[in-house]
């Protein structure tokens, strides 16, 4: 069995290979506060309630954003399963070329979806994570990362705007039916969540007039994918939950021999 581990910055997207299937998956919290010991207790829990044990665990390929826990994540791997991670960066095989000016800049986040979308859908392509921050990658049709555009995530924009208009209250993130709002609420989910769309919808438009992809697939990924997507927008050609975890398997396939 192979572990993927794509730790981020609100969640830790976990995938149990066997072979070359993914069969399960599991979502906990990013803490910073736990130690190596009480992760090894988390995951030995979520191993062992699907019938699996750390003994079994061959191989593992970690893509982190939290640098502060990539060793507190590294020891529980080195201890529990007696196995060194693989980190992924731009210093490992990727089977694609980054086109940034500094290739070392780019997340490891970034660069599993990119080679996810590549792999799975094929080029061109554009990726588009919904998470902590709202990020969009180009991929040309020879599987090259080419860059894209960072934009502030949708949970954080409407924590700020709370946090920064003392009358405006905190709102639950769903999509009203009109634009038009009739109370505070509703106001502030119109412009969140149709803001929000119509970002995403002008980004990817020009993403595609600038790059010459007019036909570039865009797979839409993260907690926030449904809820930008369901007012029908017609830019997003697939969502894939699982893009991350797909990258990462790649990723170890392309490093393990």
């Known amino acids: 069995m192979v572990l993927l581990l794509d730790i ?5 997207k976990i995938g149990a290979v066997i072979g070359d299937k993914i069969v399960r998956t599991w979502r906990i919290a990013t803490d910073h506060k736990k130690t190596a010991d009480e992760y090894g207790m988390v995951f030995m829990d979520l191993l062992s309630s ?4 750390f003994d079994e665990v061959e191989g593992i390929i970690i893509s ?3 640098p502060a826990l990539n060793y507190t994540i590294e020891h529980m791997c080195s201890y529990y399963t007696h196995i060194k991670p693989i980190m992924v ?12 000016l500094n290739p070392a800049e780019l997340g490891a986040d970034r660069i599993i979806n990119a080679v996810g979308a590549y792999h799975y859908y094929g080029g061109p392509a554009i990726t588009v994570d919904f998470g902590s921050a709202t990020t969009f990658g180009m991929i040309d049709g020879e599987g090259n990362f080419l860059g894209g555009a960072i934009a502030p ?14 009358k405006l209250p905190r709102i639950e993130l769903i999509r009203p039916e009109t634009i038009i709002g009739r109370s505070t609420v509703q106001n502030m989910q119109a412009g969140i969540i ?8 002008g980004i990817i438009a020009k993403m595609k007039e600038e790059s010459g992809f007019e036909n570039a697939k865009v797979i839409a990924t993260g907690g926030m994918s449904e809820l930008v997507t369901s007012g029908g927008t017609k830019v997003i ?8 975890l797909k990258g990462l398997l790649k990723l170890y396939q392309l490093n393990s021999k």
């Open 237 to 244: 050609d697939t969502i894939d939950r699982a893009l991350s």
């Open 64 to 66: 982190s954003v939290a």
């Open 153 to 166: 995530g949708i949970k954080s924009s409407a924590e700020a705007l709370t946090n920064t208009a003392a």
């Open 89 to 100: 960066s731009n210093k490992i095989k990727l089977g694609m070329d980054i086109k940034y």
């Open 50 to 53: 699907q019938g699996f044990s």
């Open 8 to 12: 981020g910055n609100t969640n830790i």
């Open 194 to 201: 149709y803001g929000f769309t119509g970002l995403v919808e």
